[in-house]
Structure formats: C-alpha cells, structure tokens
C-alpha cells in the first residue's frame, strides 16, 4: 500500500523567512511519480511539480525549491523568502508507475505567512 | 485553454436525495479521476475513468459511482445522501501518458442537511 506522511499540520512564518515543508512516502513499486500541490481558500489543488522516481535531481524554480532524497524517501519542498501570497494548503502526493491514474495524497500542511 | 470545468460549484441537498455532479476535462486529457476532500479523511480517491471505462476504484461505498462520455466529460453521482457525504469534490483530468500530471478543477463543496 502506498502512503504519504505529512507530519507537519499547520506552520507560521512571517514574510521573508524561508520554510521547509516535510513529506515522506512508502511504496513497493520501482517506479513512481511524486507531486506537489498548493489549495488556496479558493479550493483548487494547483499543480506546483512532479518528480519521477528514477530523477533525484533536486530542482529550484524560483522562491521554491524541492528535495528529493529516495534513501530516506523524502520529498520535501522549501519556499525562500516566503510571502504572504503563499500562505495555502499544501499537499504532497504520490503515485504508482502503473496506468492507472490515482493519487495517494498527504494530510497537508497548512502554512500561513503573516506580514 | 481553458481548464478543468467542474458545476455546480455549490450544491445543497437534502438526506437521502442522490446528486449528479459534473466535470468537463481539459480539452485532449482523456483519464479523468474523482477525489473527495473531508476535514477528517482528507483527499480520498474515488475513481479514475479513461476512455469511458473505469480503471480504478477508491474505497468508497456502491453509493457512489460515475462515468465518463466519449467526449470524456464525466459525471459522478451519490445516492441516498448521508451527512457525511458533505465534502468538497474535486475533479482531476490527466494525459494518458504515465509520466504526466493531474490537473484539478474549483472542485463542488456539496453540503447534505
């Protein structure tokens, strides 16, 4: 069965400090596909990256940057300089390498940026 | 180009009325799943369609069920509604590749009384 932990439920930042969001997997597959989304108060998941298994290229767009570390199976994802625009739920997901399309996604974690 | 479509965004209904909710994918994404969010359970699956078939199927009870059309629209729909089925229901549409992601609609917050 697959899992996604997110262990942190809700983090408080004010603007300009930077913060690391935790997320750690399980899966027995070799192939596998993980994700990050943002849900504002507006409801929609936005789509912020994908990473694939056999990639542990660490990627930096912008203020966000992501973590992936298969040893310790950790996808964590850091926002430099936060504001108060990325105050938002944020949810790690993960999925098999199979066909089928289904997402196993984490608790979130809820981050508010106050000024 | 326009996103994933999904009506009515707001929706009140009564217990033990059934409920048809929508979603029209992005133009040429043809796998389309259904997620239920919950403050207590979080983002749950609950199926996946692509091509008019369903490939997946999330834990959830026979109440719940969907389909997809050829033109891959897909319709999900709950009957005999309990108050726990008060969630916000968002709809994802995909590529058929594997190595792709989900984009998801404003989701539909169905609120049962």
């Known amino acids: 069965a697959q899992k996604v932990t997110q262990a942190q439920t809700e983090i408080s930042v004010v603007e300009k400090e930077d913060v690391t969001l935790d997320c750690v997997y399980e899966?027995?597959?070799?192939?596998?596909?993980l994700f990050w989304y943002k849900q504002p108060p507006s409801g929609e998941l936005v789509f912020l990256i994908r990473r694939n298994s056999f990639d542990e290229q660490n990627e930096i767009s912008g203020r966000y940057s992501w973590n992936f570390q298969k040893s310790t199976s950790s996808f964590n994802f850091t926002i430099t300089a936060s504001q108060v625009v990325d105050s938002a739920v944020y949810f790690c997901a993960l999925r098999s390498g199979g066909s089928n399309y289904k997402l196993t996604f984490g608790k979130g974690t809820l981050l508010t940026v106050n000024p | 180009k326009a996103g994933v479509t999904q009506t009515p965004r707001y929706l009140i209904k009564t217990r033990g009325q059934q409920v048809t909710l929508s979603c029209s994918p992005i133009?040429?994404?043809?796998?389309v799943s259904w997620y239920q969010q919950t403050p207590g359970q979080g983002l749950q699956f609950l199926f996946e369609?692509?091509?008019?078939?369903?490939?997946n199927k999330g834990n959830f009870p026979g109440r719940f069920s969907g389909r997809q059309f050829s033109n891959s629209r897909s319709e999900m729909n709950v009957s005999t509604l309990e108050l726990g089925d008060s969630a916000l229901y968002l709809c994802?549409?995909?590529?058929?590749?594997?190595?792709?992601?989900?984009?998801f609609g404003q989701g539909t917050r169905l609120t049962v009384v």
């Open positions: 994802a549409s995909s590529f058929i590749a594997r190595d792709t992601e989900a984009f």
């Open positions: 133009s040429g994404h043809r796998s």
């Open positions: 899966t027995r597959d070799t192939t596998y596909y």
């Open positions: 369609y692509f091509s008019e078939t369903q490939r």
